[in-house]
């Protein structure tokens, strides 16, 4: 898993490496291999996660071989969660990367804090559940029903837009994002929003399936991708064509270079990005210092 760092001079280099699906007309994007209007991409994302809500950790299952658990206990030990610290969670509506990062707040608080200081904590650690799906949303409340954090007051669940973030300035310590960046119509729309509402010294982290460059690896990897996981949504889930735009919206997203420069230029320092199993998924991060 090699880690690599990033700096601002690299967005002259990898320019022209980015993807046609860049140049789309300025009222036009992608929605997976089609070319859709802007104003439709949001209600058309959004069906699709309506769609598979309700089977949606049992997919990732499947489609990861659990591998997607690995990835995110990765992600929270990337952010070194503490207690008290006030974090925002976007595009996490089942509450997997928020129920981890707590679990970590609580662990640490156990080892470190044995006095009547605990509850105080308990009290200040906040971590927002932001989503745009309400369905999402739902999944996620009841999970935290079924983990005995129903009435957890340091989990707020919010329905929201990550290109426009109803959080104040300057306001939260962490900012992750899993699985979910590609599914927006503005990239560069919701690293701002992410940089606006970090505190100085707040890291930003991006957890997303992305791009194999090992080439056996990579030709196996899109036999997998176009034969098998539109085939196991249609077997588990009832919905081809949910996962088929699952694997096309990977390939339509930048690659790693061009998305670590993309950080940087929302104004993130100390960018880079970690590769996981050659590519599949990488982890970015930025500070805003």
């Not at 209600?43 to 591998?67: I, P």
């Not at 009290?123 to 932001?130: F, K, M, P, S």
Request: aromatic share 8%; proline share 3%.
């Amino acid at each position: 898993m090699a880690l690599r760092t990033v700096t601002r001079k690299l967005s002259t280099k990898v320019l022209p490496l980015f993807s046609s699906a860049s140049m789309l007309h300025s009222h036009a994007t992608s929605f997976g291999f089609k070319e859709v209007r802007e104003d439709e991409k949001s209600q058309m994302v959004g069906n699709v996660f309506s769609n598979v809500a309700s089977n949606y950790d049992l997919m990732n299952d499947v489609m990861s071989a659990g591998l997607h658990r690995l990835w995110k206990d990765r992600l929270v030990s990337k952010l070194n969660p503490f207690p008290g610290m006030k974090h925002l969670d976007v595009a996490g509506g089942t509450g997997d990367v928020a129920f981890r990062i707590l679990e970590t707040v609580n662990n640490t608080k156990r080892r470190a804090l044995q006095n009547i200081l605990e509850d105080g904590l308990q009290d200040e650690t906040q971590i927002y559940v932001c989503d745009i799906n309400p369905n999402m949303l739902n999944v996620g409340r009841k999970r935290a029903l079924e983990r005995g954090l129903g009435g957890n007051q340091s989990l707020i669940w919010v329905e929201g837009d990550a290109e426009s973030l109803c959080f104040g300035n300057d306001s939260m310590d962490g900012y992750t994002i899993a699985f979910g960046i590609r599914n927006v119509t503005h990239i560069e729309r919701v690293l701002a929003e992410a940089y606006r509402v970090l505190k100085r010294g707040g890291r930003f982290l991006c957890l997303e399936l992305s791009h194999v460059d090992i080439p056996v690896f990579k030709e196996l990897y899109d036999k997998y991708s176009f034969l098998v996981i539109p085939a196991l949504g249609e077997l588990v889930a009832g919905d081809r064509d949910s996962y088929q735009y699952l694997v096309e919206s990977i390939r339509r997203f930048p690659p790693q270079e061009k998305f670590a420069s993309m950080i940087a230029d929302a104004g993130f320092q100390k960018v880079e990005y970690e590769n996981l199993v050659g590519g599949v998924v990488s982890i970015h991060s930025g500070l805003k210092l």
